[in-house]
């Protein structure tokens, strides 16, 4: 779809406001009334609204944090004096892999995830994120898999291998008790929800802005949110695969990692690093974003060097992921590589640099007030600023060769996480809760929680640095008396008190002062600029304002009335449903009307069962988890097929200033195809550490163990016959498109599920090709990446084979026409994609034996 | 003196490392000044330097031009010294060989080449020469552990599959302790280790005397240590060289009295805590490989085993 040509008009700053007064009487309370809470039981299980999830979700966050930092608190008493036995190995174990675990997975990250959640709407002026019940859905699954996580620790049962899980330690002969499955599946899928939340943000920031704000007059945050996302399209699958891997050595003995049988540990190293070292990021990111909006707001200026902070954001997101080695210095990787990665450690500091120097030219080209949000970001400067040059000095080798795995890195780490993501965090909680909650929280308590928190964090994390270096390894439930460790270790527990007082008073500031009320907020208490500073309501601003600079409180000094009044873009409701403004990805021209979807049950199910389903797997409860299975895949495609893809359901919508735009678009103008191809990135990363796992394990075998004697590569007649399936597929698929065109749709139904059968028999054939070629998943590496692919692209299958039926249904129902049709086109993009992953696994498979000349 | 400190250095790469780290907390720590009196300069500072500091300028020397410089000066700086660590020290004698391979929680130490069948094996500690250079070259038999004598040289994983290599040399004679730093199980905050720094004469007399086989009981006791030692299974899983029993599950004990301790690094060397050691390993170090042999062994037996097995010098 082109934008109608009168947009560019509309959007002139010098254009007549788009709507005129009086608004219809009866337009607010229609909107008031279509984006209402749900009341009684309903609430908060069916609620979809980003303002209840995105504050749900940060409460949740903040629950794990203050569970983690029990954990800590645990291990700071156990370490108080040396020999102490108040904990025994296996519970500090468990104890410091839950506390690691915890703040990475079910912390760090779903705090800042959530603050985006709720935050960007209100920020870019849009009255929803594009999938809220995609949001609600990856926010109950987390929810509810966190705590079921969590509790495996009151039954001993908790995963005891360190938070990265290195095997052979974490494989089955080194822990053969559940302990590891629980961090495998149950974090694993908790992953699988950070997906799904930064697919939602991506395509939020890019199509669902205010009319007028293009990318150079997108806040800061969000420009940190958007590099977050794509971090996390890039970096977890990863995670993910290397955490499919393992799982699958554990429960099927397939030897990945096992150097017996031909595979080999560091590969999980080198998967877990690649998702690990921009995970620090995915984490600071955010928070810087959030610092780049706080500041501006305490010194009442305009941010210095703005251009230069967005290009800092993405170099920090391009350079994090060229140093994941800086984590391996000391498993014996060759000189060369290690100056490789030193000096682009080194470069990723220089990024952070613009940042910090940004932040000091706005302070001081502006007349900073000492609110208790500028406080903590002075606290961040100073905790943050150290461990960025601790970080600097562990990535010169020779000294993160003593550093590395001691003391110093917990202090480290420590400063870099607590420094660069939860001052900013608790600054943005003391600037932004008025939005949420209508007024400010309590400044006396809040000047409290401040210097207890600063003082304790840095007085109970600075001592480690030097218990470091004088000999104390991490991870250790104890030390020995008489090497000097006695004093930095009983100052780092008595701190440790200190900031857990910071922590009880924040939590009695945020329960004496913190309610929600959905009505927003009546002012804008710092004087800040921009939009999430609007009077809001569950729908966000009643009108879409239209923008012309980044600071547009400042810059259209009657913005907040006009957009109360409904005076700006669609200050109504067309259709009669939630609606959100889709906008172009750089210049921010209205699109189309895209209606959303509100509460409901089935996304609230769907999560239940799909946490439910891990758990059970977990525990190895199977008929439960087929149960819980069954259950979560009827429930999202019983949310499919009643919320989504809903048609035209009017066929225009006036949203003002002359601008008549349709409710309905498919093809690569529409949200849905847009976060079709990001999940398809996600899929490929996936794919890319499948190839990445078959390189890795032939390199670390050598030429001729690949195969190994005993296994041969199939005839070429099969991946012959198996690509020329394939071929066929795509010619069905090329076919039922061209039926749908024509207004065929049911014949369409039928060719899809002809087209069906092909692929299942391409990935059979295969799968019977190296079978009976001798090749075994169990007793050797190159089986087990053999079968890895077999797997991966069964699944495919799987997929495939849920879309191809869900597909046919709906056009068989009537569902889907010539221009209803994104069902259509999501699928066969899928699909499509599924039949190059197939071509592409079959080369893995039969090519690069054959390339190397040993098949 | 802290025997495990990367900051007491006894050799010459630990001092190149120790002296580095220096380099970089001074470096470190006025950087980190500067930035907070530019902090302090922004919010309280006169109109003059605020306005300086508030330029897109200030960005671009204080946040590019300035880091690129620093720390190219450092890369290349470090980049000379990680070269000069992985020089050889001494002209002319070739590197002294010992392999050394980590167990769930304690340490197998072997010199390749020190008897006609291969070399001795110990456990626990580093004998070496002062003034040579020592190749450690090391593995695992089970899960990754890392070897760390921070006085020496900054720590080398041990992969199961992999041989790694760390060249160490002590300047003087002493003692010095090492620690496992990959998490590695249950005990893995109890896998220590001594090094041990010989003058090269002395050296060359522990050798000669650790290539001995384990002495003849002379006395009843010992005798009957030595029959405990058998009937209680011991040498299911350890060997002691001259005798009957070769498994390579635990340490060797063929000299086992001559070690700096016990338990990798968690007791003293002497007859009781041996007793203690057979006797309730469980309880000194839960969760190590080594049942407790408490209710196996009355107290005569005990004694006797212990006696024994500190005979072994």
């Not at chain 1, 001081?364 to 100073?382: I, N, T």
Request: net charge neutral; hydrophobic share 50%; glycine share 10%.
């Amino acid at each position: 779809m082109t934008p109608p040509d009168t947009a560019g008009d509309a959007l002139r700053h010098d254009a007549p406001l788009p709507n005129p007064l009086p608004r219809p009487p009866d337009e607010l309370p229609r909107l008031e009334r279509i984006w209402r809470s749900p009341r009684g039981w309903a609430f908060p299980w069916t609620e979809v609204n980003n303002n209840w999830i995105g504050v749900l979700y940060l409460g949740t966050a903040g629950l794990f944090c203050v569970l983690a930092v029990i954990l800590s608190l645990l291990m700071r008493a156990q370490l108080a004096v040396p020999g102490n036995d108040l904990l025994d190995q296996e519970t500090y174990n468990q104890v410091f892999t839950t506390h690691g675990t915890m703040m990475m997975f079910l912390f760090a990250v779903p705090a800042v995830e959530a603050l985006g959640v709720y935050l960007l709407p209100a920020m870019l002026a849009a009255r929803d994120l594009p999938f809220p019940r995609l949001s609600a859905y990856a926010y109950w699954a987390y929810a509810v898999g966190g705590l079921g996580f969590f509790t495996s620790l009151f039954f001993g049962l908790a995963p005891n291998g360190g938070w990265f899980m290195y095997p052979p330690l974490t494989s089955h002969e080194y822990s053969p008790g559940i302990n590891a499955d629980f961090w495998l599946l149950g974090i694993g899928f908790i992953e699988i929800s950070a997906i799904a939340g930064a697919v939602e943000i991506v395509v939020g920031i890019l199509r669902n802005r205010a009319p007028g704000m293009t990318l150079a007059r997108m806040p800061l945050f969000a420009w940190a949110m958007l590099v977050f996302a794509v971090m996390i399209i890039f970096a977890f699958p990863a995670v993910i695969w290397a955490t499919v891997l393992l799982e699958l050595e554990r429960a099927f003995d397939w030897p990945f990692f096992l150097p017996d049988r031909g595979g080999d540990p560091l590969l999980r190293q080198h998967l877990f690093w690649f998702f690990g070292h921009p995970e620090v990021y995915i984490i600071f990111l955010p928070a810087a974003g959030a610092v780049s909006m706080i500041v501006p707001a305490m010194v009442q200026t305009r941010m210095v060097g703005y251009g230069l902070v967005a290009m800092a954001l993405v170099a920090t997101g391009f350079l994090s992921f060229g140093l994941w080695v800086h984590h391996m210095y000391a498993t014996g990787i060759p000189s060369l590589s290690l100056a490789f990665f030193s000096g682009a450690s080194f470069a990723v500091s220089v990024p952070t640099g613009i940042q910090v120097f940004a932040w000091i030219a706005t302070i001081a080209s502006g007349k900073p007030k000492l609110h208790v949000p500028m406080l903590f970001v002075f606290g961040f400067l100073f905790i943050f600023v150290l461990g960025g040059l601790t970080g600097v000095m562990v990535a010169i080798v020779p000294f993160d060769w003593q550093a590395h795995d001691t003391y110093f890195i917990v202090a480290h780490l420590h400063y870099v996480l607590i420094g660069g993501m939860v001052f900013p965090l608790l600054a943005g909680l003391y600037y932004w809760a008025p939005s949420a909650a209508g007024w400010r929280l309590s400044v006396r308590l809040g000047k409290w929680v401040f210097w207890l928190l600063f003082l304790g964090v840095n007085l109970t994390f600075f001592p480690m640095h030097i218990s470091g270096l004088i000999g104390m390894p991490r991870r250790v439930w104890t030390y020995p008396e008489g090497m000097g460790l006695e004093v930095w270790n009983m100052l780092s527990t008595a701190s440790a008190a200190v900031s857990a007082l910071g922590v009880l008073l924040l939590l009695v500031d945020l329960a004496r002062n913190f309610r929600m009320s959905p009505g927003g907020p009546a002012d804008n208490p710092f004087n800040a600029a921009t939009l999430e500073w609007l009077p809001q309501g569950n729908y966000a601003a009643r009108s879409i304002p239209r923008i012309t600079s980044r600071e547009p409180l400042w810059d259209q000094p009657d913005l907040a009335e006009q957009v109360r009044q409904g005076r700006h873009f669609l200050p109504g409701t067309v259709t009669g449903l939630r609606e959100t403004l889709v906008t172009s990805p750089v210049e921010a021209r209205p699109q189309y009307v895209a209606i959303i979807p509100g509460p409901a049950w089935a996304h609230f199910i769907a999560a239940l069962c799909t946490a439910g389903f891990f758990l059970s797997l977990t525990v190895k409860l199977l008929w439960l988890a087929g149960i819980f299975g069954t259950v979560a895949v009827s429930a999202i495609l019983y949310w499919l097929w009643t919320g989504t893809d809903l048609g035209p359901v009017v066929d225009r919508a006036d949203i003002g200033g002359g601008l008549c735009l349709p409710v309905y678009v498919s093809g690569p103008d529409s949200v849905s195809w847009w976060a079709m191809v990001v999940l398809l990135l996600v899929d490929g990363t996936v794919f890319a550490c499948l190839g990445f796992t078959h390189a890795f394990l032939w390199l670390s075998n050598g030429d001729a163990q690949w195969p190994p004697p005993g296994m041969g590569v199939p005839e070429v007649a099969f991946p012959l016959g198996s690509l020329a399936l394939l071929a066929g597929c795509a010619g069905l698929l090329w076919l039922a498109g061209r039926l749908l065109r024509q207004g065929r749709a049911r014949a369409m139904g039928g060719v899809v599920l002809l087209a069906l059968p092909l692929f299942l028999l391409a990935l059979g054939l295969d799968l019977h090709a190296v079978w009976q070629a001798g090749i075994r998943p169990t007793l050797h590496a190159f089986g087990a990446a053999t079968f890895a692919n077999q797997f991966w692209q069964g699944l495919h299958g799987l997929m495939v084979a849920t879309m191809a039926l869900y597909l046919a249904a709906r056009a068989f129902a009537g569902l889907i026409d010539p221009v209803r049709r994104i069902t259509f086109d999501n699928v066969r993009i899928f699909w499509l994609y599924a039949l190059a992953q197939a071509a592409a696994g079959l080369c893995l498979t039969h090519l690069l034996p054959r390339a190397l000349g040993t098949g | 003196m802290n025997l495990q400190s990367a900051m007491h250095p006894a050799g010459p790469d630990g001092e190149r490392i120790a002296a580095l780290s220096w380099l970089l907390f001074g470096g470190g720590g006025a950087i980190f000044v500067l930035v907070m009196v530019l902090v302090l300069v922004a919010v309280v500072g006169g109109r003059w330097e605020r306005r300086l500091l508030g330029s897109r300028r200030a960005i671009v020397v204080g946040g590019i031009a300035f880091p690129v410089v620093v720390l190219t000066a450092l890369l290349l700086h470090t980049l000379g010294l990680a070269r000069a660590i992985g020089l050889p020290l001494a002209g002319g004698e070739p590197p002294l060989r010992i392999e050394v391979v980590g167990h769930q929680f304690w340490w197998e130490m072997r010199y390749p080449g020190t008897l006609p069948d291969g070399g001795i094996v110990t456990a626990n500690e580093i004998r070496i020469p002062t003034g040579r250079d020592v190749m450690l070259e090391v593995t695992s038999a089970d899960v990754i552990h890392s070897l760390w004598i921070p006085a020496l040289h900054g720590k080398i994983d041990m992969i199961p599959g992999l041989v790694n290599h760390r060249r160490i040399r002590a300047d003087e004679p002493g003692v010095l302790r090492g620690q496992c730093t990959e998490f590695c199980g249950a005990q893995h905050a109890m896998m220590a280790f001594y090094v041990m720094a010989q003058t090269p004469e002395d050296f060359a007399a522990w050798l000669d005397q650790q290539r001995l086989p384990a002495a003849e009981p002379d006395r009843p006791i010992l005798a009957l240590g030595r029959q405990v030692f058998g009937a209680a299974g011991c040498g299911g899983c350890h060997a002691v060289r001259g005798t009957e029993w070769n498994a390579r599950i635990g340490p060797d004990l063929t000299h086992v009295g001559s070690r700096l301790s016990l338990g990798a690094g968690v007791l003293e060397n002497h007859r009781g805590t041996l007793a203690g050691w057979i006797a309730g390993s469980q309880d000194l170090k839960p969760g190590n490989r080594m049942p407790s042999f408490a209710a196996a062994l009355d107290g005569q037996e005990l004694r006797a085993v212990a006696a024994w097995l500190e005979s072994l010098k």
